[in-house]
């Protein structure tokens, strides 16, 4: 059974930090890619970035380029999203997901962390 859990969420005010962590189980992590998303109140769930297994590449969407920075542990089976210089529209509830390897989408969601920024 596939099991991701975020962690690390909270409240901060415009321009803090927050590293939240997505602990995977159930998989092989090595061979599995993971993304971010977060969803506003109100608002449909949107794409933040991704890592792949394969050279641990990173993709971001254009809003947190330059702020954010996804990064894994294969050895701790987690992965991180580092969010720098937070504004209020990066509120919303942050989603990890996992990929495995010879898959085309994201099969596998967890549980969602509240990220509140204040201004």
């Known amino acids: 059974q596939v099991q991701l859990v975020e962690s690390g969420g909270g409240l901060v005010q415009t321009g803090g930090s927050l590293r939240l962590s997505c602990v995977v189980s159930?998989?092989?992590?090595?061979?599995?890619?993971v993304g971010w998303f977060r969803q506003a109140p109100g608002k449909e769930r949107l794409y933040v970035g991704h890592?792949?297994?394969?050279?641990?590449?990173?993709y971001y969407t254009d809003s947190v380029k330059g702020r954010f920075t996804i990064s894994r542990d294969n050895a701790k089976n987690t992965v991180y999203l580092q969010m720098n210089s937070l504004k209020p529209e990066d509120t919303g509830v942050y989603y990890c997901a996992a990929s495995p390897r010879g898959s085309s989408s994201y099969e596998n969601w967890g549980q969602g962390t509240q990220v509140t920024v204040s201004s």
């Open positions: 159930g998989v092989t992590f090595s061979t599995t890619t």
């Open positions: 890592i792949t297994w394969i050279g641990s590449r990173t």
